[in-house]
């Protein structure tokens, strides 16, 4: 093992595996707006449970999920031309007693196979399509050109 120390530059280096141990906690910090950079060659940081890699991050517990979480908002955007995809057996939106908002210039909803059925169920509400209402037991419009 070998430390270097040049006044300004410390570096730590190994022909094999170097640790770092402590009974405490160990400590990674930058200066003001400055980064700590892991730069693994080849190979993923793992975190806990979670594996970086590139441009993955991925969860190694085959229990329990992936949670992003923030106290303030989360956002997932893509660069001009791409898109965001979520890609699962099921997917869920929303939570129970809020709104759920989707907004586009163009918005689609189908089934992705042949007879896949669209379902659409308000809990003691109607569904409304333009002027058009629908509910449990009526259909009704407050168009005036009925």
Not at 43 to 55: A, S, T
Not at 60 to 80: H, M, P
Not at 85 to 102: F, T
């Amino acid at each position: 093992m070998c430390i270097r120390d040049s006044g300004s530059h410390v570096e730590l280096s190994s022909l094999g595996t170097a640790e770092i141990r402590s009974q405490g906690s160990i400590q990674l910090s930058a200066g003001w707006n400055e980064q700590v950079h892991a730069m693994p060659s080849g190979g993923q940081l793992v975190v806990g449970g979670l594996d970086l890699d590139g441009n993955s991050l991925s969860s190694r517990r085959d229990a329990g999920k992936l949670r992003v979480a923030s106290a303030g908002d989360i956002e997932w955007a893509a660069g001009e031309g791409s898109a965001v995809r979520l890609s699962s057996e099921w997917i869920h939106l929303g939570r129970a007693g809020r709104a759920l908002s989707l907004q586009a210039d163009h918005l689609e909803i189908g089934g992705h196979h042949w007879e896949a059925d669209l379902k659409i169920q308000p809990r003691g509400g109607s569904l409304l399509v333009g002027s058009l209402s629908l509910d449990s037991t009526q259909i009704s419009t407050d168009d005036e050109l009925k």
